[in-house]
């Protein structure tokens, strides 16, 4: 109809007016949308980092700080969230997506899609699309693509990022709860250390009982929380500035930094293994993209998390230059005695909110890691009907909450584990500048200059923090790289023993060649009846169905060879069959005759033969290979398929 008024009226006032209505209408919606994205991201993203006032000032060891100490130590915080936080991450990160996932995983697999700088499943063996182009390679490209050492050292770097994310995942809970109820001891000191301990722990296994409802309704109830939160601990650093010293905002200056450099050499460089968890949690602003989107994200931390971290560390500091031995506990003893209380429940709130910033994050990497193959298949559900990225695993979520539970309570100090978080705040903050710099070079083809910059500022500033976290290894730092080092492990034993699979299914694969001749003996019989025959490979067959056939002596009359993979959306609903040509109809027919017959779904269950003539790298690998695959979940349970209806074959592949 409105090609018609177009034809009779070409110039139609009404006509024009209908299509900017629409127009119109589509934008507020969208911008409706974008800003309660942006309201729910706040008790889902940013927890983390905005409630990093309560173990920043604690977990510095200072001693006798003076004014100017405390001046030095705010303008690094301030240039250090103004830095990292606006400029690098909800500036540049949230742009180097992949398929609207974030992380350092999805930063890796972008570089793959684009270039055949490593063994990636997502394109060879995954069937999605790539999106490699025909345009002249750079020079950092062709190194990747010739150097087996570079790109092993790639994935290495990826794999260790992802692995202390999800050790981030793991401290994250434990410090900002264990700080939050570390509150309740100033007015009442009686509350022993190791009360406040257990509370902590009954807290976290609540919130993670409540992970199985999904992102979009945590957030729902999460929000409001951080809201208050957020609006609450700046009103209080404002009166503290107001109150204590006016003048605080004169830190901003960056000469406060090498003032503060220069007069305490070394104690104040280790002073920045507790300054860097000022910008905790700012990870989480990429790794939680896939559950939200750029813009939403990006609204909420420059117009709400940003600035109410710089007033309530402005307020913190300002108190803490009139009481300078106050610094053991900065948060609660710069909160006025009038709004005690209620401050200690928000913040209470605002902890358990904390935790699951991180805890989403884990769910996405654990997600990607599978869909890529490097990762023991896990079960994955899907909370969302419309966003692909909001994801929950059972599996990862228990296991995260007994390991935050037994952080807690083995290392209960809270210095101790803000030495951990500070290894991995900053570790993961330095690989994703890394990874970042290679998808500016070989993908965006920035300009040289502006690549030069970011990379000396940011890998400079991140390189600094990190040799200072790492004097605290012996001081629970080492927490982190235990963690990250099994989930390493297990990371590489899946990948390795999934490639030497695929390899060995490649190489002996059964070609419709084969097939043909392997169906032309005669002692094979064609059975009534519909299998679907599950391979790993999609050029050719898996080496199973020549096994099955020449130990089964028969195959069904109509068989389909499928291959499972991921696609990154929250649902697929099956396409509408159209019968209107006689050939599809009789196909339906055929196989609507088949199913009567009875349906069948035949995988293969493999395993390594390990002989004598294998080395001890591949025995131990590959054993470990095999161990973790005969535990993990089978890819047909997530298709509803009856117990009734598998048939599953065995056969070596010989390693």
């Known amino acids: 109809m409105a ?14 007016l209908n299509v900017d209505s629409s127009a119109h209408n589509v934008t507020v919606k969208e911008k409706r949308d974008t800003l309660l994205l942006a309201y729910r991201t706040l008790g889902v993203v940013f927890g983390g980092l905005v409630t990093s006032p309560l173990y920043v000032y604690p977990s510095m060891p200072l001693k006798s700080p003076t004014e100017e100490d405390y001046l030095g130590i705010y303008s690094i915080m301030f240039w250090t969230l103004t830095l990292i936080g ?17 992380g350092t995983f999805a930063l890796y697999s972008l ?7 490593g063994i990636l499943p997502s394109k060879q063996h995954l069937g999605l699309n790539s999106t490699r182009t025909t345009q002249t390679h750079t020079w950092l490209a062709k190194l990747f693509e010739k150097s087996l050492v570079a790109r092993r050292i790639l994935l290495f770097v990826a794999m260790l990022g992802t692995c202390m994310l999800i050790g981030d995942g793991i401290l994250t809970p434990a410090i900002s709860v264990l700080s939050a109820m570390d509150g309740v001891r100033a007015p009442f000191p009686s509350v022993s250390k190791s009360l406040v301990e257990a509370l902590s722990a009954v807290i976290l296994i609540f919130l993670f009982l409540l992970q199985k409802f999904g992102t979009s309704r945590v957030s729902f109830l999460f929000s409001p929380i951080m809201g208050a939160w957020t609006l609450c601990t700046p009103l209080v650093g404002i009166y503290s500035i107001i109150h204590h010293y006016p003048s605080i905002f004169k830190a901003l200056s960056p000469h406060y930094i090498f003032r503060f450099f220069w007069r305490n050499g070394k104690s104040g460089w280790l002073l920045l293994g507790g300054t860097v968890l000022c910008i ?18 990006q609204l909420a931390f420059l117009f709400t998390i940003y600035p109410s971290l710089v007033l309530t560390y402005a307020g913190q500091t300002a108190y803490l230059i009139k009481n300078p031995n106050d610094h053991d506990d900065g948060f609660y003893k710069f909160i006025p005695t009038a709004v005690y209380w209620p401050i200690f429940v928000i913040a209470t709130l605002a902890a358990i909110v904390a935790s699951q910033s991180l805890i989403s994050a884990t769910f996405s990497v654990i997600k990607q890691s599978v869909v890529l193959d490097y990762f023991p298949r896990v079960k994955i559900v899907h909370t969302s009907h419309n966003k692909e990225g909001e994801v929950y695993s059972p599996e990862v979520n228990y296991i995260l909450m007994v390991l935050c539970v037994a952080v807690i309570l083995i290392f209960g100090d809270g210095k101790d584990i803000g030495n951990a978080f500070g290894v991995v705040v900053s570790l993961v903050m330095l690989i994703t500048t890394i990874l970042l710099t290679l998808v500016m070079i070989m993908i965006w083809r920035t300009p040289v200059a502006l690549v030069a910059l970011y990379f000396l500022v940011f890998f400079v500033m991140e390189g600094v923090y990190v040799s200072a976290v790492f004097t605290k290894f012996a001081e629970g730092g080492w927490i982190p790289f235990a963690i990250s080092l099994i989930l390493a492990f ?26 043909q001749e392997l169906l032309a003996d005669c002692s094979v019989q064609r059975v009534p009846g ?6 790993n490979i999609q050029d050719g067959l898996t080496p199973i169905l020549g096994h099955y056939i020449k130990n ?12 499972l993979r991921y696609l990154l959306v929250p649902k697929k609903f099956p396409d509408n069959l159209s019968s209107e040509s006689q050939e599809i109809g009789e196909e339906v027919s055929s196989l609507k005759e088949a199913r009567c017959a009875g349906v069948v779904h035949v995988r293969g269950k493999t395993r390594f033969y390990i002989g004598l003539n294998c080395g001890w790298f591949d025995k131990i690998m590959l054993s470990f290979y ?16 009856s117990l009734q209806q598998r048939i599953e074959v065995g056969m070596l592949y010989e390693a």
């Open 3 to 16: 090609m018609d008024a177009h034809l009779r009226l070409p110039s139609s006032d009404d006509v024009v």
């Open 86 to 102: 606006v400029v690098k991450y909800a500036n540049i990160a949230l742009k180097a997506d992949d398929h609207g996932e974030g």
């Open 111 to 117: 570089l793959c899609r684009h270039f055949n700088i």
């Open 280 to 297: 905790t949690g700012s990870e989480a602003m990429f790794a939680d993209l896939g559950h939200f989107n750029p813009r939403s994200i």
């Open 490 to 515: 297990i990371m590489f034993g899946w990948f390795y023993g999934r490639q030497r699979k695929v390899d060995y299914e490649v190489t002996h694969k059964i070609t419709f060649e084969r097939l």
């Open 530 to 535: 519909l299998c679907f025959f599950y391979t």
């Open 552 to 563: 089964m002596k028969s195959l069904h009359k109509v068989t389909i060879f499928t291959t």
């Open 626 to 641: 095999e161990v973790m695959h005969s535990n993990c979940r089978s890819g047909l349970p997530a298709l509803g398929v």
